[in-house]
């Protein structure tokens, strides 16, 4: 989309009567900038006791909610913060310049309060959603030309249903639209174009009217989705939310802000390998699903999805990160799994404690707190690696053992600064490690969802990056097996 920029007039919204000059500044990234031509009295003053004067403070004002007019648009900045601020006469109030950063922008309205119950609905466009959702509403109908003439073809447009979906009161649309076909002239060129476009759009509709933030959870969850299911980062194309006028109708108010990931040329991204579909399984049987296992794993499933949100950094670092995720995951899916029967867990350590009882409170105390019936990091992901269906995990780790010897390995290495996991020959093993890791708990991730053990086994076979990662894992484990064999 480009940078966007809008020039106006702006003010603290507790304080409409002082309008400064700026520009406001979105980059494609979605980074908010507002220049302005004066600014805001932000400084704080402390007065003396006798009235006889005041301290500046070190810390500055704070303007949580600015609003803003360009040429009629109306908008509010949120989360603001001051990064610049010059002037000669700047403690008599006289500004020259001020730069500010804001964590969003509503394009459209004048919000006074970020609690305010006033949107009705949320709209999303996400990366990879239209062939996700696998409908078009395009069709290109051939027939017969008279006599011996050139086959005729129409393009035709169609309305495609929209599919929906219900989880804890909110309505999930998902809706593929199209526009209009239009010429374009080329006279020049000696062309003509007839084109015309579609897209999908998530649509959010919770049962009463919500703040303006009480969709981010959400929308944030189904852009999760798409990066699981494509095996490609989501990013957000737009967001925005909707509110009722004075009228009763319906008001867009465009969502501006910095996105954790945005493809940076979407033309080039052709990979249509993806592991899920709405071929493969119902959008209304879906959605509440992954919506509720997101809950239940949201702390391990914010680090695996981090990982491609966030794709730089050391090979280090990101192996530790999808190992804590994997730890992460499994307690959240198995938390009752144990090493030992519960019952025969408390009729063991009732006896030991009965056998030391001589020993003194510390030692007592020390066996009751310290003995625990917690699985260890080798047997978590032993358990977590079957959860999957057992063809495709064999197919992508060949030896879940040994995978899970390396990753516990390899975890314990980084956790104590031991550099042996991210250096020399040692960083190719940590990235495959990394990739074929970050491929099981995908995997993991379907099989919870109730993905069939065929779809399980197509992910590994037919999807490029994971097929690959699998293969260079193997040369690592075939390594391996030859050393400890010389």
Not at 119 to 143: A, I
Request: proline residues 4%; hydrophobic residues 40%; glycine residues 10%.
């Amino acid at each position: 989309m480009g940078e966007r920029s809008w020039r106006g007039h702006w003010w603290a919204a507790d304080d409409p009567n002082t309008r400064v000059p700026g520009i406001l500044h979105c980059s494609e990234e979605g980074r908010l900038t507002l220049e302005l031509v004066g600014g805001f009295d932000i400084t704080v003053r402390e007065p003396f006791a006798d009235g006889g004067g005041y301290t500046v403070s070190a810390e500055s004002r704070d303007v949580p909610i600015i609003h803003g007019i360009s040429g009629g648009e109306k908008f509010t900045l949120l989360e603001n913060g001051a990064t610049h601020t010059s002037g000669a006469g700047l403690f008599r109030n006289e500004i020259v310049q001020q730069n500010w950063s804001s964590g969003r922008a509503l394009r459209g309205i004048y919000l006074n309060d970020l609690e305010s119950p006033l949107f009705v609905r949320g709209h999303l466009r996400l990366e990879r959603l239209l062939h996700w959702g696998n409908e078009t509403t395009f069709g290109l109908e051939m027939g017969l030309g008279e006599g011996e003439g050139p086959r005729e073809a129409r393009a035709v447009t169609r309305s495609v249903e929209p599919v929906d979906a219900t989880h804890e009161g909110m309505r999930i649309s998902l809706r593929i639209l199209s526009t209009r076909f239009s010429y374009e002239h080329v006279i020049a060129a000696n062309e003509r174009a007839l084109t015309a476009k579609e897209y999908a759009v998530l649509t959010f509709t919770p049962l009463q009217p919500a703040p303006c933030m009480a969709f981010d959870e959400v929308e944030k969850d189904m852009q999760d989705l798409l990066t699981l299911s494509t095996y490609e980062p989501c990013g957000a194309v737009n967001r925005s939310i909707v509110f009722l006028g004075d009228d009763g109708e319906p008001r867009e108010v465009e969502v501006l802000g910095p996105q954790i990931y945005r493809t940076s040329d979407p033309r080039k991204g052709k990979d249509l390998d993806f592991l899920l579909t709405l071929a493969n399984v119902e959008f209304a049987e879906l959605i509440p699903a992954w919506l509720s296992l997101k809950e239940k794993a949201r702390t391990g499933c914010n680090i695996l999805f981090g990982l491609r949100y966030i794709n730089k950094g050391y090979v280090g670092t990101r192996l530790l990160g999808v190992a804590t995720a994997a730890e992460s995951i499994h307690s959240a899916l198995r938390a009752t799994s144990t090493p030992l029967p519960k019952a025969q867990y408390r009729r063991i350590k009732k006896k030991l404690v009965a056998a030391i009882e001589d020993e003194g409170d510390y030692v007592i105390n020390f066996v009751k707190m310290g003995l625990r019936n917690s699985p260890t990091y080798n047997s978590r992901m032993i358990e977590l690696a079957s959860i999957p269906d057992g063809a495709a995990v064999d197919s992508l780790l060949s030896d879940r053992v040994l995978w899970a010897q390396m990753l516990k390995g390899a975890r314990n290495d980084l956790a104590h600064a031991n550099e042996r996991s991210s250096q020399g020959e040692e960083i190719s093993r940590a990235f495959w490690l990394l990739e074929v890791t970050y491929a099981l708990l995908c995997l993991v991730l379907l099989a919870e969802l109730g993905v069939s053990p065929e779809i399980q086994r197509a992910a590994v076979a037919r999807n490029s990056k994971i097929n690959y990662a699998s293969r260079q894992f193997r040369k690592i484990l075939a390594g391996d097996v030859g050393r400890e064999g010389v």
